[in-house]
Antibody, heavy 121, light 109 residues
Framework: EVQLVESGGGLVQPGRSLRLSCAAS????????MHWVRQAPGKGLEWVSG????????GYADSVKGRFTISRDNAKNSLYLQMNSLRAEDTALYYC??????????????WGQGTLVTVSS | EIVLTQSPGTLSLSPGERATLSCRAS???????LAWYQQKPGQAPRLLIY???SRATGIPDRFSGSGSGTDFTLTISRLEPEDFAVYYC??????????FGQGTKLEIK
């Protein structure tokens, strides 16, 4: 059974940093691309970033480019999101999601339960 | 960036009825790159349909997807009580960009 468990969320002041983690199990982690998708309270879904199986292909939404960095450690079956210069508009539930293939892929076939990031002074 | 517009915003139907949800793109989308998700309150999204018309693993055959170009449809043939949720369409475009529609809330009438 595929399991994705996010952690690292919390309350942070504007301008500060936070690092999210996603622990994966139940599939061969280094065979698949991974993504972060977020959902602001009461709002819809927004893709944040994605990384291919070998970290050779990475993409970011314009809203986070230059502030967020995605990475993965295949030896630890883990995905990360380093979030710097956080803004109030980054407040959201952050989901870790698995792609359906090695490269960034066209869809997200499994999702974690999310970790909540709140940016507020 | 391709914008996806879903309609209606809210759809009120009864169990047993047929539901038709629309997703319209601001530019042509490859059928291979259109997906649908279901999200229930307090839960993560669940993949229903990928490639515009292929059902994901474990998805009942009352769910079907169709369409091409700029107009795509998710149909639920006979609504079950557990189908009342929010539905999102999603596309994968150039420059490695992914966008979602704003969602359609399917509620019990």
């Amino acid at each position: 059974e595929v399991q994705l468990v996010e952690s690292g969320g919390g309350l942070v002041q504007p301008g500060r940093s936070l690092r999210l983690s996603c622990a994966a199990s139940g599939f061969t982690f280094d065979d698949y691309a991974m993504h972060w998708v977020r959902q602001a309270p009461g709002k819809g879904l927004e893709w944040v970033s994605g990384i291919s199986w070998n970290s050779g292909s990475i993409g970011y939404a314009d809203s986070v480019k230059g502030r967020f960095t995605i990475s993965r450690d295949n030896a630890k079956n883990s995905l990360y999101l380093q979030m710097n210069s956080l803004r109030a508009e980054d407040t959201a539930l952050y989901y870790c999601a698995k792609a359906g293939e090695q490269w960034l892929g066209e869809f997200f076939d499994y999702w974690g339960q999310g970790t909540l990031v709140t940016v507020s002074s | 960036e391709i914008v996806l517009t879903q309609s209606p915003g809210t759809l009120s139907l009864s169990p047993g009825e047929r539901a038709t949800l629309s997703c319209r793109a601001s530019q042509s989308v490859s059928s291979s790159y259109l997906a649908w998700y279901q999200q229930k309150p307090g839960q993560a999204p669940r993949l229903l349909i990928y490639g515009a018309s292929s059902r994901a693993t474990g998805i009942p055959d009352r769910f079907s997807g169709s369409g091409s170009g700029t107009d795509f449809t998710l149909t639920i043939s006979r609504l079950e009580p557990e189908d009342f949720a929010v539905y999102y369409c999603q596309q994968y475009g150039s420059s490695q960009r992914y966008t979602f529609g704003q969602g359609t809330k399917l509620e019990i009438k």
